[in-house]
């Protein structure tokens, strides 16, 4: 039907009842130690969707984070996505798959987390959510809308790649400022502004508001 101006042009909303739906197979996926990923390789090897990491270590500036995952893991610290490079379809398809699968993020992850000074691979662990190319983005872009995780909203870089010779004069980022280790982050001299003090707020901030809300979530449930 050919409409006049003035029209009011519909969106389309994702439906509540789905992302319900998202959050309640999200919590019950079962939490695995980074230090296990290689023994997963053959299943993840397969798979696409978004990973959830979690840190529980004695980093000063997570302590909040290390706090909230000490008896159930209720706080990323990072959430991505593994998708296919470029629209490949048939044998290409399978093959980008195998190439940017969610071992292969979760693997490249761990390696960062290796190389670093400050910072153990067997302080994390991570759960995933598999799902088709198609949703992976909006399964990520909702999971980190809720968690708030640190190295996606407040400290930048730790999902960076080598930028390759003749970019290094690009910023470090600030994650490879705070966690400095990665050997082709230690060649980027151009280096992004960022307040230790701030960040410390900024992350404690997001955890008090957090603690608040589940408690007033609480004495609403009480008062029912």
């Known amino acids: 039907m050919v409409s006049t101006l003035g029209t009011v042009i519909r969106k389309f909303d994702v439906p509540a009842d789905l992302e319900a739906d998202l959050l309640e197979f999200y919590d019950g996926q079962d939490i695995y130690p980074l230090t296990d990923l290689e023994g997963m390789r053959g299943e993840l090897g397969q798979l696409l969707g978004a ?3 979690f840190y ?3 980093h000063e500036l997570y302590i909040p984070v290390t706090a909230a995952n000490q008896q159930n ?4 610290i990072y959430i991505g996505k593994a998708v296919p490079k470029g629209d490949r379809t048939g044998e290409g398809a399978k093959k980008a798959v195998l190439e940017n699968s969610l071992y292969k993020r979760l693997y490249e992850h761990s390696r960062s987390i290796a190389q670093v000074e400050n910072l153990d691979v067997a302080d ?9 190319l198609h949703l992976s983005a909006w399964v990520e872009s909702v999971l980190i809308s809720k968690f708030v995780p640190a190295w996606n ?4 870089g730790f999902g960076n790649h080598d930028p390759g010779s ?8 600030v994650w490879d400022q ?8 230690t060649r980027m001299s151009n280096l992004a502004i960022y307040d230790v003090a701030e960040l410390r707020s900024r992350i404690s901030a997001r955890h008090h508001a957090k603690e608040v809300a589940v408690e007033k979530a609480i004495e609403e449930a009480s008062e029912k």
């Open 178 to 185: 705070v966690h400095p280790g990665r050997s082709w982050a």
């Open 73 to 76: 893991f209720t706080q990323p």
């Open 51 to 53: 990973y959830i990491l």
């Open 124 to 132: 994390f662990y991570f759960k995933v959510v598999p799902t088709t």
């Open 56 to 58: 529980k270590g004695p």
């Open 153 to 156: 909203r407040h400290i930048d």
């Open 166 to 173: 003749g970019r290094y004069n690009q910023k470090r980022s």
